[in-house]
């Protein structure tokens, strides 16, 4: 089975300068989320500098989508060897909508930062095909419209603060909301890394993020996001350092990956 995220080396989006104040500021101020954002981009940085990404780097953006979709079906409560995975002998709805969001991430970079909405239709009619009746694919519930407005406007927010902030905002709400009722989670991480990608903290898509999450645990996670959901500004910079954290072991994924490549 062949998995790629065919993401255009140098595709970044560089973090923009606001005109105005810039309304994430108040993040930073957040404990302990300038710390792990730092460290989140010097792990990303050090993986971007490895020297296959000078020429090999799909490769390694291939092998990140495999286990980043590994990874997301587990947090979703699948956990399925990677062997098993990686040799077609799977056939978990859960895993089969991961992988084929895994697979359709590429070609929704672009679209991402202008249609959010057209894109998570998309990610959510990927996820959940055999979950749910197709009538319900890509259908948000409507108690979900008002929040998802706000969620497009901060897709596409002009800030300065780290793009692994931002993108942990986006699976916060994303995963809290549960717009769709279905694979939430898997869409959640996905519309994450989508905006790491186009907002330029790993443009070439070869961390894996979602092994980040699951390597810290289900329960964690969901505590996190819980706390996250409460609304309270501990619960958003814990949520903020959880995300931080699941990209910096993400990175070293990636790391890892890239060396047994080296190895072949």
């Known amino acids: 089975m062949v998995v790629t995220i065919p993401v255009r080396p140098g595709a970044a989006r560089p973090a923009t300068r606001p005109s105005r104040p810039d309304p994430l500021a108040h993040l930073l101020e957040l404990p302990g989320v300038q710390d792990a ?54 056939d978990d709805p859960v895993v089969q909508g991961s992988l084929r969001v895994s697979v359709g991430l590429g070609s929704m970079v672009e679209t991402w930062p202008r249609a959010p909405g057209q894109v998570l239709a998309r990610l959510h009619v990927l996820a959940a095909a055999d979950l749910v009746d197709r009538a319900a694919l890509g259908r948000p519930a409507p108690h979900a419209g008002p929040r998802l407005a706000g969620l497009f406007g901060l ?6 603060v780290p793009a692994v902030l931002v993108a942990a905002l986006v699976h916060g709400e994303l995963a809290a909301l549960a717009p769709f ?19 330029g903290l790993d443009p070439k898509a070869v961390s894996v993020p979602e092994v980040g999450f699951a390597e810290q645990g289900r329960e964690v996670h969901a505590s996190a996001l819980a706390s996250y959901a409460s609304g309270e500004a501990d619960g958003l910079a814990g949520w903020l350092v959880h995300c931080c954290r699941a990209t910096e072991h993400g990175a070293v994924e990636g790391l890892a990956i890239a060396e047994a490549i080296l190895r072949g």
């Open 155 to 160: 897709v596409a927010i002009e800030t300065t």
């Open 37 to 90: 954002a730092d460290s989140a981009r010097a792990a990303i940085d050090r993986l971007l500098a490895h020297r296959l990404m000078r020429n090999r780097s799909a490769e390694v953006s291939t092998e990140s989508a495999l286990r980043g979709a590994r990874a997301s079906a587990a947090l979703d409560g699948v956990d399925v060897p990677l062997a098993e995975l990686r040799a077609g002998a799977v």
């Open 181 to 199: 009722g279905s694979a939430d989670g898997v869409v959640a991480r996905a519309a994450a890394r989508l905006t790491g990608i186009t907002r």
